[in-house]
């Protein structure tokens, strides 16, 4: 795992190579172990190392001797044995052991496909000196980030905002919808668009080809998941199905583990960590893997019975992480200042102190993220179809009261509007308080809305359920993905989701909606229809990640495969109200940002209420701590 950088301009100067150098200086935490960077007269390009695969030839910018291609690249391949034999097969001769190098010669073999060939996560920017033009990737799945921005001539790139922060002449500026997005949902970009104006975020499964110096870069979307109406999914029983995703994930996980560094896991107790610690942590005859475990040192909010139950079932080294409220602060603004963007979730924390302590030992960790997204395991935010669904009366029927009760409406005008009710941070009567009714808070809303749109007609021929999973993959999946990179990389940690591996993902949504999540069977029809979906969610009724449990189920202890899923739990409301609230009401009242945006008054408001100003709050502070670190205007 690495960081890259660079600039493609008509002519690069020595400004152009002190804003690479700083670049990668920006990005030590994502490669500590060498830097490398290589210009011409058009491009520089810049590249730290985190030493994976094959530690003494795979430095970069890497440069092919019979071609001249110069590379940079960002990422792990997992079908590596398989794809050094097919560019072998091809006439290539490959000196290292360095997937870096197969990507390359992939290029020299297929060109602009060449990444279809590839099973992994990726972020990869090539330079070709035989046309002098420069092409930009990203994986399927948006495991590894890839910003850009252009301006005064120049294209410039990096794996972190905090790099491009170094380019010059960056405009550090808010995007309105973006914002209003942020607000929403804590997730800091909107499809392309970022939290800056003016950077962008290369889409997952996207590229971007530049023929030459000073051209318009134009994004081109090469991967899709699939998009099937349920009709024409192939036919599958369930039981044939759950086989068949076992073997799946067995597969990946154990491809999963190519490295020549250790590798272990974080493990949180659910069942997704669970799952890995079977598949590729367990002892099986050998030394059981280092995995580690992080919670709050009240035992109401951490984790550590099921943590310990899972590694003793499956003799593994568990080293416990436990976690202050002291160093929340510091550790936010630690992360704002490495990353260049707000925190997302409180949760983002706990994972970058859990990383601190598991890179002291170890480089490549295993983790579940994306299994959420990808086998339906969020019951209110996903299920929530269910009430659409019978709304307009095409399921038997709610009654319109229980709507009311979570809702406060019986009615809705179209999925968009719902699944955004259902899942935002912030609802939409207070984001219109702190952006206000103006003109220009109405565009923004209307760019966020815009963008949901183009998601739900994409699938507009799909189930609701479906379009909801869908929806989910591209929202929310890819906010987690930046999460976890930002807070592994700043410890040096190179962290690695089997749940997102696209064969995986693929073979998943050419399944039945309902193979992933449904009632439960057996429940009475009347007791039902009186309950909305977030009830029915409570009351245990709604069984998630259907697949995944019933493949695993002779594998776990029961306890962790009947568990309801748990993120990492943070306190934070009770940190506001409570020992903390001092050091957050001095960062709302003193920010120079938010004093652009909130009154005075406004800001003391969130102190008079519990929990829906704590968690109106949350955001509000990260965008202060963020945008009065690197100075950023409204």
Known sequence: MCGIAGIFSSVVGDQDLRAIRRATTAMTGRGPDGEG????????????????????????????????????????????????????????????????????????????ECMKHWAGMFALALYDPRNESLWLVRDRLGIKPLFYTVGSGRFAFASSVAALMEMPGLERRIDPAALAHYLATVRVNLGEQTLLRGVRLLEPGGSLFLARPGETPLPHKWWTPPVLPEEEKPAVEFDEAAVEIGHRVRQVAHEHQLSDAPVGG???????????????????????????????????????????????????????????????????????????????????????????????????ALTGEGADEVFGGYAGPTFCAFDFDRSAGSQGGIDPRALLRHYGRSHFSCRRAHFRQCNSWIDAAARRQLLGGDQAALEAEAGVEAYYDGLFAETSACSTLEAYLHAHLRVNLEGLLLRLDSSTMAASVEGRVPFCDHRLVERLFEMPAHYKLALRPGLDPAAVRRLNSFELTGADSVETKRLLRHAFAAELPEEIVRRPKRSFPVPFIEWFQGPLRPVWEACLSDSDFLGNMLPVTTRQKLFEAEHTNAILAWPLINLALWADHWKISV
């Open 37 to 112: 960077i290589w210009h011409s007269r058009s491009v520089v390009l810049g590249h730290r190392r985190l030493a994976i695969l094959d530690p003494a030839h795979g430095q970069q910018p890497w440069i092919d001797p019979e071609t001249g291609v110069v590379a940079v690249y960002n990422g792990e391949l997992y079908n590596y044995p398989q794809l050094r034999r097919e560019l072998e097969r091809h006439g290539q001769a490959l000196r290292t052991q360095c997937d870096t190098e197969a990507v390359v010669k992939s290029y020299s073999v297929w060109g602009h």
């Open 266 to 364: 974080f493990l949180s107790g659910g069942l997704d960590s669970s799952i890995l610690a079977a598949t590729a942590l367990a002892a099986n005859g050998r030394p059981g893997r280092p995995v580690y475990s992080t919670g709050y040192r009240r035992e109401d909010y951490g984790e550590w019975p099921y943590q310990r139950q899972a590694a003793r079932h499956f003799d593994l080294e568990l080293t416990e992480v436990p976690l202050e409220e002291a160093d929340f602060l510091y550790d936010c603004e630690t992360l704002i200042a490495a990353n260049g963007l707000p925190l997302s979730t409180p949760n983002e924390v706990p994972i970058y102190r859990l990383s601190q302590a598991f890179g002291q030992r170890y480089k490549v």
